[in-house]
């Protein structure tokens, strides 16, 4: 087929049909010596106001547009609600994605409209080439990819933030559980709350603002400092977001740990009683608020007792390489193996399409999850 038929054929479709079918048809159309039109044509693709993908949209009607990719089973801490106090068997060297495999899912995931992509773990900073694979990920924002951010224990941040801010990550979510040095030892088992703090001064020196600090809330070990947390946004421009305590592989939950949101709101309402609620965006986690006069703000991840389901547009793939739809869910396909075997673009999508046409209206309640069986965290990645 001519390439100017092609296109022609290609506008009727957008019409039509979603915008992956278009890229096929040209694709297809000028397969070999047309290369380089493909790329041009797609790239002009990303600025139209094109159908999502039907492989990224549920049953439900969400679209996924966010991909949480972890680089790693490891971490150099051993935080309570992550991970079993023994550790967790690490998957062998060669069952884990190389860069390679990341950088080709990611440009398929987002040719089919993923906006944002998270490097999680395990610990991302520990993977030596995380540096080669956000530059990788930044090569995608003439596809249509809008956001590169990490989440990471920040021990080890702050020296590696400007090339990596340099190599094109935008977004940072750093883990914090306490402001006390010894209890942080106690909830990770490891040093390093100093290194953390220097990591939150260089990310806000660097620009990122706001900076999202992550707080998983355990009655009896950190729920006494809620409030100083809540102060500590007073002169940073800090997003402190407090995370409900949730049941994973390992970590022992139970409903003596836990502190609910309606909880937490409550004591900062006590000693804040002008406390403000913010406006959420049509997909966020997080229930923002904000004490009038502060730098930052605060923000609760209600996953137990309010659960945002309806609104969910994640997808994750785990470090082993199998696509998770839902958190909380144990069902997974393994993208590594259908890569491995040699599947076509075509193919991979299928598979992806049906995993996420199977993901759940919600994840089950409270008291079930903590009965399923699930990964540990570590292993899922955050």
Same mark, same amino acid.
């Given at each position: 087929?001519?390439?100017?038929?092609?296109?022609?054929?290609?506008?009727?479709?957008?019409?039509?049909?979603?915008?992956?079918?278009?890229?096929?048809?040209?694709?297809?159309?000028?397969r070999?010596?047309?290369?380089?039109?493909v790329?041009?044509?797609?790239?002009k693709?990303v600025?139209?106001?094109?159908?999502f993908?039907?492989?990224?949209?549920?049953?439900?009607?969400?679209?996924?547009? $966010?991909?949480?990719?972890?680089?790693?089973?490891?971490?150099?801490?051993?935080?309570q609600?992550?991970?079993p106090?023994?550790?967790?068997?690490?998957?062998?060297?060669?069952?884990?994605?190389?860069?390679?495999?990341?950088?080709?899912?990611?440009?398929?995931?987002v040719?089919?409209g993923?906006?944002?992509i998270?490097?999680?773990?395990?610990?991302p900073?520990?993977?030596?080439?995380?540096?080669?694979?956000?530059?990788?990920?930044?090569?995608?924002?003439?596809?249509?990819l809008?956001?590169?951010?990490?989440t990471?224990?920040?021990?080890?941040?702050?020296?590696?933030?400007?090339?990596?801010?340099?190599?094109?990550?935008?977004?940072?979510?750093?883990?914090l559980?306490?402001?006390v040095?010894?209890?942080?030892e106690?909830?990770?088992?490891?040093?390093?709350?100093?290194?953390?703090?220097?990591?939150i001064?260089?990310?806000?020196?660097?620009?990122y603002?706001?900076?999202?600090?992550?707080?998983v809330?355990?009655?009896?070990?950190?729920?006494?400092?809620?409030?100083?947390?809540?102060?500590?946004?007073?002169?940073?421009?800090?997003?402190v977001?407090?995370i409900? $305590?949730?049941?994973?592989?390992?970590?022992?939950?139970?409903?003596?740990?836990?502190?609910?949101?309606p909880?937490?709101?409550?004591l900062i309402?006590?000693?804040?009683?002008?406390?403000?609620?913010?406006?959420?965006?049509?997909?966020?986690?997080?229930?923002?608020?904000?004490?009038p006069g $502060?730098a930052?703000?605060?923000?609760?991840?209600?996953?137990?007792?309010?659960?945002?389901?309806?609104?969910?547009?994640r997808?994750?793939?785990?470090?082993?390489?199998n696509?998770?739809?839902?958190?909380?869910?144990?069902?997974?396909?393994?993208?590594?193996?259908?890569?491995?075997?040699?599947n076509?673009?075509?193919?991979l999508l299928?598979?992806?399409?049906?995993?996420?046409k199977?993901?759940?209206?919600?994840?089950a309640g409270?008291?079930n999850?903590?009965?399923?069986?699930n990964?540990?965290?570590?292993?899922?990645?955050?």
């Amino acid at each position: 087929m001519h390439c100017k038929k092609a296109v022609l054929s290609c506008g009727t479709l957008l019409s039509n049909s979603t915008a992956e079918v278009c890229s096929r048809v040209v694709f297809s159309a000028t397969r070999g010596t047309g290369a380089n039109i493909v790329h041009s044509f797609k790239a002009k693709l990303v600025s139209f106001d094109r159908p999502f993908s039907d492989f990224l949209t549920d049953i439900f009607g969400r679209q996924h547009t $966010y991909l949480r990719i972890s680089l790693t089973e490891k971490c150099n801490l051993r935080c309570q609600y992550c991970m079993p106090e023994e550790g967790v068997g690490l998957s062998p060297k060669d069952h884990i994605l190389t860069t390679v495999e990341i950088l080709k899912l990611s440009r398929l995931f987002v040719s089919e409209g993923v906006t944002k992509i998270r490097l999680t773990g395990g610990e991302p900073l520990v993977r030596p080439d995380i540096h080669q694979i956000i530059e990788g990920l930044n090569e995608l924002r003439s596809a249509g990819l809008q956001h590169i951010g990490i989440t990471t224990n920040a021990v080890t941040l702050a020296r590696r933030l400007p090339e990596l801010k340099a190599a094109g990550l935008d977004q940072i979510n750093l883990s914090l559980d306490t402001l006390v040095p010894a209890k942080f030892e106690f909830i990770t088992r490891r040093k390093g709350h100093d290194r953390v703090l220097k990591a939150i001064d260089k990310a806000l020196e660097l620009g990122y603002d706001p900076l999202k600090i992550n707080c998983v809330v355990m009655k009896g070990v950190n729920d006494d400092e809620i409030c100083d947390f809540v102060a500590f946004t007073e002169n940073k421009p800090v997003d402190v977001r407090f995370i409900e $305590y949730m049941p994973f592989g390992g970590n022992k939950w139970n409903t003596k740990k836990f502190v609910s949101y309606p909880e937490m709101l409550s004591l900062i309402h006590e000693r804040w009683p002008a406390l403000q609620k913010l406006s959420d965006k049509p997909n966020d986690t997080s229930k923002a608020y904000k004490v009038p006069g $502060y730098a930052g703000q605060i923000g609760f991840i209600t996953s137990m007792s309010n659960h945002f389901c309806g609104t969910c547009n994640r997808l994750r793939i785990t470090a082993d390489g199998n696509l998770k739809v839902c958190l909380h869910g144990n069902s997974e396909i393994s993208l590594r193996d259908a890569m491995r075997q040699g599947n076509s673009d075509d193919e991979l999508l299928e598979v992806i399409g049906a995993a996420v046409k199977r993901k759940k209206k919600q994840h089950a309640g409270m008291t079930n999850l903590s009965k399923m069986e699930n990964r540990p965290m570590i292993l899922i990645g955050g």
